[in-house]
């Protein structure tokens, strides 16, 4: 019984952690960057438009970077999508435990590793939520 209820109490603490990350990428994470993206993309053209022969080398990385880091988070989000409903539609117990920790926990890491990435690149105005280095040293 003990073991059946450590088993359950596993698997909804990670089916919570899981459908968290797809309701902030997908309503805030995503959005945020394609907005960081747009804008960039705008100031790209601006800035040659503006002065013909001034490089924008610097601005064309990060809009390539965000753009494929943004594709990264976008997939990672449809596997997550797709490995919480399945887990969620198992019998509960060991064997949807097991199928968390195997099959969700290493896409939610998938997840978060453009994520991560992106806090780092996109404007700290245009994310949507406290940074680490908000969390560590502004709280």
């Not at 990350?21 to 993309?41: E, G, R």
């Not at 997939?75 to 490995?83: F, G, H, I, N, Y």
């Not at 890491?109 to 908000?134: F, T």
């Amino acid at each position: 019984c003990r073991a059946e209820i450590k088993y359950e109490t596993y698997a909804k603490a990670i089916n919570i952690e899981a459908r968290s990350m797809i309701d902030i990428a997908s309503k805030h994470i995503i959005p945020a960057v394609i907005k960081y993206i747009t804008s960039l993309a705008t100031s790209i053209n601006q800035v040659k438009e503006a002065c013909g022969g001034v490089t924008v080398d610097v601005q064309t990385e990060l809009l390539k970077e965000s753009s494929d880091l943004l594709t990264a988070t976008r997939d990672a989000l449809v596997e997550l999508t797709l490995k919480a409903d399945k887990a969620s539609a198992m019998r509960r117990g060991k064997e949807q435990a097991e199928f968390y920790l195997r099959e969700v926990v290493p896409v939610m890491n998938s997840l978060r590793a453009p994520v991560d990435r992106l806090e780092m690149i996109v404007n700290k105005e245009m994310w949507p939520m406290p940074s680490y280095g908000d969390l560590l040293f502004e709280v």
